[in-house]
């Protein structure tokens, strides 16, 4: 657990060197390979492994189902440890890590709920911050999307078949579903300070770290 804490943050900057600086990955965008990169992904595929497993544990003892996590972290599971498996499509796989760079934000949104400072100065600027990360995802996301134009003919004709349907249906789910949702809900949430992740009623807000319903 204090390894996944230490090399997590990390991962974002991984993929933001995959996208700025020439690689294997740019010269080959199939099975172009490079050590960080090799090493990012595996780290992705264990850390998933165990987010699944706790997201579900989590969801079973507290009767709840979070869809929206749930496909997520499933999508990227499938798509990290088929990329390990295959030796195939670190190009996009490595390039998805910047994606994380909203993550730290957002633990700290949730950590200053919990702590019922969701009316301070300090929840404010961390909010504008995620936002922005939320819309500096979109820009991610449309650069691998160009980046599978630019190659389409190389990606089509060598990319493993496993590898192409994992990889592109989380980038999908991660472009037309998760990205916006998120971005929407963190929008609200900005004016309305309130945890919806473990919610039944979305009417519930937060008042000085402790739920109570809207009058």
Request: charged share 15%; proline share 4%.
């Amino acid at each position: 657990m204090i390894s996944f804490c230490f090399l997590l943050p990390r991962l974002p900057t991984t993929g933001a060197w995959v996208v700025f600086t020439p690689t294997n990955h740019d010269r080959d965008p199939v099975f172009g390979l490079s050590a960080t990169g090799t090493f990012a992904m595996t780290v992705t595929a264990g850390f998933f492994l165990f987010e699944c497993l706790a997201l579900t544990w989590s969801d079973w003892t507290t009767n709840s189902l979070s869809k929206m996590l749930h496909l997520h972290h499933w999508l990227s599971l499938a798509g990290s440890v088929t990329v390990v498996l295959t030796e195939a499509g670190y190009t996009v796989a490595s390039r998805s890590l910047t994606l994380e760079m909203s993550t730290p934000f957002s633990a700290l949104c949730w950590m200053l709920l919990k702590a019922g400072l969701g009316r301070s100065w300090l929840w404010t600027v961390n909010q504008m911050v995620l936002l922005h990360a939320f819309h500096l995802r979109s820009v991610v996301e449309c650069h691998i999307w160009w980046n599978t134009f630019t190659h389409r003919q190389a990606i089509w004709a060598d990319m493993p078949w496993s590898t192409f349907l994992s990889v592109y249906a989380a980038l999908s789910m991660f472009t037309f579903m998760a990205t916006p949702y998120w971005g929407y809900k963190k929008t609200l949430q900005m004016g309305h300070p309130h945890d919806w992740n473990f919610e039944n009623d979305q009417d519930d807000t937060l008042k000085n770290g402790k739920l109570a319903k809207n009058e």
